[in-house]
């Protein structure tokens, strides 16, 4: 940490910062320039407590320097984390992976075919919601626990693996019985006690920013799951709230490239939640997977128009064969290539 | 709701909306302007879902007129809605509340210590944290469950209630055992299991607005509580993410008058998080209740630099004191009064 | 327009609303709902004044149908624009055309030496910076009016069209006399007497997006050049301000296909400002043209660590290289091509 | 600045830093963390260029430490500016200024009325847009010169002095002819070439916060002015963009201490603007007063459902009796007191 003094601070105001850093068990540094004083705090393990600070005669700022997480780093892990799902699948690597299906699971028939129509199409993990968080306690919250035993159903059907969202720590096991990744979505990114429990639930993790969540604070929420043990994390990129209400969210796809320099682990985006309107689905999962996405997740429905939820922003089988089509080629452009369903055990 | 036409839709692509709209079971009503044609939709109980309309040819927009929420909202129920703790102290009357303490519960003698302090400057009801949401998982999580018991301590030693957080739905009923007010998280804020469950546990709710959540969601997440049967909750407004660091947050204070005029349930603010700097708690205290905020949640500590968290944004009981008087002040200029703290049974 | 009432409205106060209607000349067509009763506006030629409602009793909202934009809607003219510079270049139509060059034109030497080396890596106009528009007044303002001679010399010796910002009404003609494009920054785009006299000048017009500005913004901004009679504006999408501090800006490529589906104009972006980072301008021009950019404006300089102006994100010649290659790729697997550049006269 | 290096960065890229450092003429101190290393550089008059160092080997991050504005700071100069206009108002002293008037000049007659009411109620400056920036090119566009000659009929008949504002360089001589503060709108706060000329028009200068401008960037905007030898500043906090349409914009009441701390400008709240809506206004004024607002500026008409523009956000002269009324009550618990009018010379 630095501490920067005001302009006109004296030296005995200096020498108090200096005598409260090594207070504190810390070494103390003074950098004195031509417009004002700072003094470096160093030998510190992990972060100091800038409240410790604040208040001194003098003090006008306190900057950090080190970035607060660890294990989620590229310093921390210089090799890129490679996420294995069952079927062969792996997130981070070469290929791009497509995880494709309904908003919410609303029938087993719909989750069969929609699974069947998506793998045809290319897609090589199912997505699909049991448990809903919905804005409103009034919208459809979804059909719950059978939605799980249809989603398995979905799976043994067709080979892809399927991922879906855990809401509480209470259903944390009940979920990671069924599924093979547990999605923890944008509103519970900063869930810590679900984030705690996730981490030990030993299944792979689809973890979304917040749609007001810093890089720093995205990464913090993967650490929580890395610290208990789990490394098997993917990011997902879903959009940031804006202040234009045309657009409900803006599709952040600079964090692609940061985050692949700032950490080893996998990021995919969502195109679908990230825009909230159909027609600009496919546009931005192209330029989703140009930036470097290591793949989508993608809302798909035989009838969008008849979805229970999200229909404004799901797409149809025939617009998902249109778009699996064009990242492929943007993807080979890239020197990828989308990955291919696993074969029907 | 309102479906409103591509400038140049011909009149068979307005009878496909119409047709449309009389197979949901509505009554469709055209509109024809010189600019262009919209159908309004009639007769339906709650939303309609906007899917069904998205793709017919010559569809440009859809319009919501209606608002979301029901039971939160003025015109449900015009009069004000007075939530009432426990040695008479009520919120969303005449009377400014002050809730006050420190971040974080850190042992009985400071939590019992705080309380005194905060009670003889004026505050009516002591808040702490006995479990704490932090960015970071190497940051101090709090003292948990043991916490508890000192908060009841506290509230024992000075008559006053205790608001305190719970942030997942197994602790809810540990936590309503102890306080008198459950707080809900700006992170929790769409925490949908736990809004449901904090909704049927019997005791008043102090709910964080998200620090991306508009106010039509703030005001959705009071509904689901509603829904459970519980009119008793506080909204509080904690500063909105921002675009410029300098300030963490930007305390969003038109927000009071706002809720004011679309719902009956109260608002108090938060200038502590909302600004996250101790040299603005005062000055945004003020503003606070000149823009007729019900009450106030404010962060003490009688040595903020020693805090375990959030000392920053901490401020001294000396300060408080400070506080205190200059909002009294205020308050009278408004036509209220600060709220008295009851007398110890 | 619809004028919405409150949902205990009496009758006597929607008849109030009626009657101030047709006292303003235009037709009155109430809808009953059953939540509540709105008041259709129709017969309007340009937009209502909501002030002559918003204090009627029992009016709770006003709700605007109509776009304020006119001429720039694909309403009013379906068929894309294509704008022409000289040498044949077309923008808006099938080619994506690529402006590189650096932030600040410095010297003859400089600006001609970069131009041939950005001609040779595949440009087809020119950019760079006489007038700069620069935070503190104390940093590197521009060449000023020299740049502008020895922008036309880069043109002479290697043919590419030069784009150029103008800052201010007085250097108009002046700019306009020297460059093929004039470019308004994103800090003008709300400076409508410059947007006035640009669209007097007889040149086509880059006009960058304001960084908190709306897409409604704009076009409303493009439309101020419209309406003086020049059609050749070519919109940039040049990112958006956002909340997170690790990066400047959000490039927000969802409104590139939003511009196309509600303006005939071509859009291009911007991922040098757009990012701020010299290592996200080549994955973020990728996405741009993924999403369908009709052209890139990228900051290039032979040796940008030695750039007089935003080195941080200007990219050097062996990079642009790399950047032809690249989104040559993806236009391909789009469907169209990089324009190529024309012969030296 | 310090150059923060990568985690794992070798002595030699540690060396290569501080020879660039002294290359530049500055003075290299490598600061070995237990984290990592950083490397401060000393001796540097002005700022260091960024660019200089992000492509060396092993460097991740470049923090500067120093703000880039002089004049405006606090360090600068620790006592507040005063800025005196005619009749002697004096913004940034104990008195709160309230400067109040039609959004814009419509007539003589309503402009001499709407003064003579303001003055009445308690208004020291009389307020008043000539020429007028309006999103849409449709939209009344003020009636110009002709508005400024009235506002100086109005500054005759009730000796109010008179703001208004300027919208480009070529009318700065003429706008400074009639009007005693100069306004600078918030769409031009970066208008640089604006800037520098009303900082050599000699007189005072009403400079508002740009809607997405970071506190940074207004004082820099502020510097442009003092830089020309003008210190007569008043700057003007009015609502910054955010994400709930529910609210145009958001009063950054925190703002206000802030840029109290941070410079000796005085700095002025506009509720009209800052809310957007007529019910707003009062409550805002009150806060900001409450936050330590020098002054207010406020939109007045003696009939705002007749106003030709910003009708909607446009109080009453009856309700500005009230927000007068209500203020002088805060300002005396603030310990100031509301400015009173001069009397008629």
Redesign the interface.
Known sequence: M?V?M???ATPEQVLGVVRRIEELGYEA?P??????T?V?V?????SV????F??LPGVRDL?H??E???QV?R?WQPESTLVRLPGGVVVGGDDVVVMAGPCSVESERQIVETARLVRDAGATVLRGGAFK??????SF?GVGEQGLAWLVRAREETGLPVVTEV????SVELVARHADVLQVGA??M?????L?RVGRAGKPVLLKR???A????LL?AA??IL?EGNDQVILCERG????????RF?????????VH?LSHLPIVADPSH??GL???VL??A???????ADGLLVEVHPT????LS???Q?ISTEEFGDLMR?CR??A???GRRMAEPAEVA
């Open positions: 630095l920067v005001e302009r006109g540094r950098l004195v320039g031509r417009g004002r700072a470096a160093l030998g510190n393990q992990g407590d800038a409240a410790r604040v208040d900057i320097i080190t607060p997480y660890r780093s310093d968080p919905r804005t409103s306690p009034y919250q809401m509480d720590t209470e509103r519970s900063q869930n810590f006690p679900l705690k917040g749609y007001a810093t890089l720093t604070e913090l650490e929580y610290a940031v709230r804006g202040f234009d209400a045309a657009t803006i599709l952040d796809l600079a964090a692609i490239p940061l320099r990230g825009t159909r027609g600009q546009p931005m192209r330029a989703a997977v140009a930036a470097g969008p128009e008849r979805a999200d229909g404004v799901t064009q080629g943007i080979e452009v890239m």
